[in-house]
């Protein structure tokens, strides 16, 4: 089992629509979740972080982490062909520094 | 710089050859990452650097990997006699303190093709 697992996708979604981007992680000593969006040839940016259980938003980006369920879910309201791009999940696994381990990603298609 | 900046952007090497890849961080991060991401697949960490602490090298895939960090700035990844297999972005990032809540800035990557 991977450590951190993600729906490779693509996800296709209408303009307009909620797209709900979702990550599943194995340790539950995880404190810090991070997504990040690559667009196609280029190096991942990040777009939001979230450590506590519950919803986190800023804009039209809503991170949503459950660590009793050990999953971290990002909802893009009202998804814009702008945000086709692929969406990655990163983990704090190692709670002693910063090293991230990365899902292998999710590719979302926001169509007008 | 504004940013990380890495160089070469791509590399064309022939398989067993030497590649030598740079990566300057943004001024003033202690923290700094390379990772490596194959044609349509996640990120897989290979070494890291804080400070003057010996780097984490667990990520690096065999012992043809290397990298140093000279004067806390600018690091170096070297690849020995490269393998088909290596071919790949590699990415690297910093980020101001290697603590769990610090976010890392990438790199534009280079682009690494082995014949």
């Known amino acids: 089992q991977k450590e951190v697992e993600q729906n490779s996708g693509p996800l296709s979604v209408p303009e307009g629509a909620i797209a709900s981007l979702n990550c599943t992680y194995s340790?539950?000593?995880?404190?810090?979740f991070f997504w990040y969006r690559q667009y196609s040839g280029k190096s991942p940016e990040l777009i939001m972080f979230?450590?506590?259980?519950g919803d986190k938003e800023d804009g039209r980006f809503t991170a949503q982490l459950n660590k009793a369920s050990q999953y971290v879910s990002l909802l893009i309201r009202d998804s814009q062909p702008s945000d086709s791009a692929t969406y990655l999940c990163?983990?704090?696994?190692?709670?002693?520094?910063?090293?991230?381990?990365f899902g292998g990603g999710t590719r979302l298609m926001v169509k007008p | 710089g504004a940013g990380v900046s890495q160089s070469p952007s791509n590399k064309v090497t022939e398989k067993g050859k030497d590649v030598e890849l740079r990566c300057d961080p943004i001024?003033?991060?202690?923290?700094l990452y390379w990772y490596r991401q194959s044609l349509g697949q996640g990120l897989e960490f290979l070494i890291y650097?804080?400070?003057?602490?010996?780097?984490?090298k667990s990520g690096l895939p065999s012992d043809r990997f290397s990298a140093e960090r000279t004067g806390g700035s600018v690091s170096t990844l070297t690849i020995q006699r490269t393998q088909q297999e290596d071919s790949a972005v590699y990415l690297c990032?910093?980020?101001?303190?290697?603590?769990?809540?610090?976010?890392?800035?990438f790199g534009p990557g280079t682009r690494l093709l082995v014949l």
């Open positions: 650097f804080q400070g003057n602490s010996a780097p984490d």
């Open positions: 340790d539950r000593g995880s404190q810090s």
């Open positions: 979230i450590y506590s259980n």
């Open positions: 001024s003033g991060h202690t923290a």
């Open positions: 990032a910093s980020s101001l303190r290697r603590t769990p809540q610090e976010t890392q800035y």
């Open positions: 990163a983990v704090n696994i190692d709670n002693a520094g910063n090293m991230l381990t």
